[in-house]
């Protein structure tokens, strides 16, 4: 059996999932730059394009190369605008196992990108990869994210005490972590019956290459 990722790309009804180019460098910079990005993650603030080069050309090639996980971008099918990024980390090759994380472009919230992207990858895991268990975190007070758990068929397995560290911002305008729970999810096999036609019909996440 494999131990890493291929180089992918995964096509829906509206965006295609595919790696993240050197292209990507001046939108990825902007989208991480972002207030919710910046208070839900541990990009660091402020995020440069050389920040976002290193991760395009050196984090996540290693990551993949390593087996550790999969980074890919997400872009519209129609412009090829860069839409948000999807991850995929802390892969467990021997029980089939991944966490999965989304991050979304702020012009481009509200569209369900962060589901369908999701889902997308959720159904070539467990369809061409043989996955069993996907994972999910999620700030307790992010509910932008746990609607996007709940809307591909997640299950929700429990809370981790005090394990986020999330940011806000002081009145000196700097950023502060602040401490509060996570939410686990899951998602196996059987969970997305239905999930897809629910979203974009059931021919709207089936293509891979």
């Not at 099918?77 to 999807?86: D, K």
Request: proline fraction near 4%; glycine fraction near 6%; aromatic fraction near 8%.
């Amino acid at each position: 059996m494999t131990s890493t990722f291929p180089n992918i790309s995964i096509s829906t009804e509206r965006l295609v999932l595919r790696p993240l180019d050197e292209d990507d460098v001046p939108a990825l910079a902007e989208m991480m730059n972002d207030e919710q990005v910046a208070a839900w993650t541990d990009v660091p603030q402020p995020f440069t394009e050389a920040g976002a080069r290193h991760w395009i050309t050196a984090y996540a090639p290693a990551e993949r190369t390593s087996g550790r996980g999969l980074d890919l971008a997400v872009t519209e099918f129609l412009t090829q605008r860069l839409v948000g990024v999807i991850q995929l980390t802390k892969t467990d090759w021997h029980i089939r196992a991944t966490e999965l994380s989304y991050i979304v472009a702020p012009w481009a919230r509200g569209e369900g990108y962060a589901s369908e992207a999701a889902l997308a990858t959720a159904q070539w895991l467990f369809g061409d990869q043989k996955f069993e268990r996907i994972e999910l975190r999620t700030a307790a007070d992010n509910t932008a994210s746990q609607q996007v758990a709940q809307k591909i068929g997640c299950i929700s397995e429990g809370v981790l005490r005090n394990a986020c560290i999330a940011h806000v911002r002081t009145e000196a305008g700097t950023w502060a972590d602040m401490r509060t729970d996570f939410i686990v999810w899951s998602l196996l096999p059987e969970d997305l019956e239905g999930a897809g036609e629910e979203l974009a019909g059931s021919d709207g996440f089936t293509s891979w290459n």
